[in-house]
């Protein structure tokens, strides 16, 4: 079976200018959650989408966004974007909703903002 | 809030040495933990742990939890260079859903 995988693998913008990331779940994965990495923080959760519907979102501005399709690949967007978005964003997938399910993570994209 | 602490944040030890990685949590109800591997690309999935005691084990790595203490602990006997990476330790709550709370994890670096 083929992992997660997410494209582009990097990325460089500069400020003010949008983003968006893209990822594929495993074959038969319906849920997706994206991360976002960086060296201060760690990694941290930044939304989940099940069925084409955002089910959590963590503690990150309006400025990113992101939506699932009906294959269970996901985008995330970043607007307006700012010196501190530079990070590794991270997807993984899982089986479903269930809290005992693995989650499994993709290579990630490397985004820099100049 | 719900928080996850990893200790220590880096180790360097030699190689045929066993080490011994410590999380600790505080969170709601929790469901599970989970240890990862992260070199330099995506992390990648070690073990899966729910019940108290029951220790996990593939290879020189292992793993158990203690629910009364909140903890748990990654061993990696007779390390190899290969082990080096940071390895990662997150919980999940039914209050962030699916969500995983990541520590900020421990670099392990093992010289020849």
């Known amino acids: 079976k083929a992992g997660v995988t997410q494209t582009p693998r990097y990325l460089i913008k500069t400020r003010g200018q949008q983003v968006t990331l893209s990822c594929s779940p495993i074959s038969g994965h319906r849920s997706v959650s994206w991360y976002q990495q960086t060296p201060g923080q760690g990694l941290q959760f930044l939304f989940e989408?099940?069925?084409?519907?955002?089910?959590n979102k963590g503690n990150f501005p309006g400025r990113f966004s992101g939506r699932q399709f009906s294959n269970s690949r996901s985008e995330m967007n970043v607007s307006t974007l700012e010196l501190g978005d530079s990070a590794l964003y991270l997807c993984?997938?899982?089986?479903?909703?269930?809290?005992?399910?693995?989650?499994?993570f993709g290579p990630g994209t490397r985004l820099t903002v100049l | 809030e719900d928080k996850v602490v990893q200790s220590p944040l880096s180790l360097v030890v030699h190689e045929g040495d066993t080490v011994t990685l410590n999380c600790s949590y505080e969170?709601?109800?929790?469901?599970?933990l989970l240890w990862y591997k992260q070199e330099k690309k995506a992390p990648t999935f070690l073990f899966m742990l729910t019940s108290s005691g029951i220790e996990k084990k593939s290879g020189r790595l292992s793993s158990i939890l203690d629910k009364k203490e909140l903890s748990s602990i990654l061993n990696i006997t007779a390390t190899q260079t290969g082990d080096s990476a940071i390895y990662l330790c997150?919980?999940?709550?039914?209050?962030?859903?699916?969500?995983?709370?990541f520590g900020k994890g421990t670099t392990l670096s093992v010289s020849s």
């Open positions: 993984a997938s899982s089986l479903d909703r269930g809290v005992r399910n693995e989650q499994f």
């Open positions: 989408y099940f069925s084409e519907t955002q089910r």
């Open positions: 997150a919980v999940r709550s039914p209050q962030a859903g699916t969500a995983l709370i």
């Open positions: 969170v709601t109800n929790f469901r599970s």
